[in-house]
Nanobody, 124 residues
Framework: QVQLVESGGGVVQAGGSLRLSCAASGHILSSYAMGWFRQAPGKEREFVVGISWSGDSTLYADSVKGRFTISRDNAQNTVALQMNSLKPEDTAVYYC?????????????????WGQGTQVTVSS
């Protein structure tokens, strides 16, 4: 019954920025940890960043620390991923996911709900 819908993907030059948004149904933003994963062609899905249900705890993959920022806006029922200083290696399909946890899971199987994904392409 939980629905997650990503938006904001597109094509950007290296060094540019994009802001992804994940719209969630119900009270998921106040009850679930939220995470972003990505999958590039020929690669396995990887954890990018996660945020606790309260928003007090975040966990970033080393590859995006200092460049990406996750945030929650319960009033608008959204989770955002601000991506700055984008690199070609950031090119992937980005997925929003939700887990019933007060902590921040990092494995895909720990997340019960997933969005459809949005394509991010960073050109050189």
């Amino acid at each position: 019954q939980v629905q997650l819908v990503e938006s904001g993907g597109g094509v950007v030059q290296a060094g540019g920025s994009l802001r992804l948004s994940c719209a969630a149904s119900g009270h998921i933003l106040s009850s679930y940890a939220m995470g972003w994963f990505r999958q590039a062609p020929g690669k396995e899905r990887e954890f990018v960043v996660g945020i606790s249900w309260s928003g007090d705890s975040t966990l970033y993959a080393d590859s995006v620390k200092g460049r990406f920022t996750i945030s929650r806006d319960n009033a608008q029922n959204t989770v955002a991923l601000q991506m700055n200083s984008l690199k070609p290696e950031d090119t992937a399909v980005y997925y929003c996911a939700a887990a019933r946890s007060s902590l921040v899971p990092t494995r895909g199987w720990e997340y019960a709900y997933w969005g459809q994904g949005t394509q991010v392409t960073v050109s050189s």
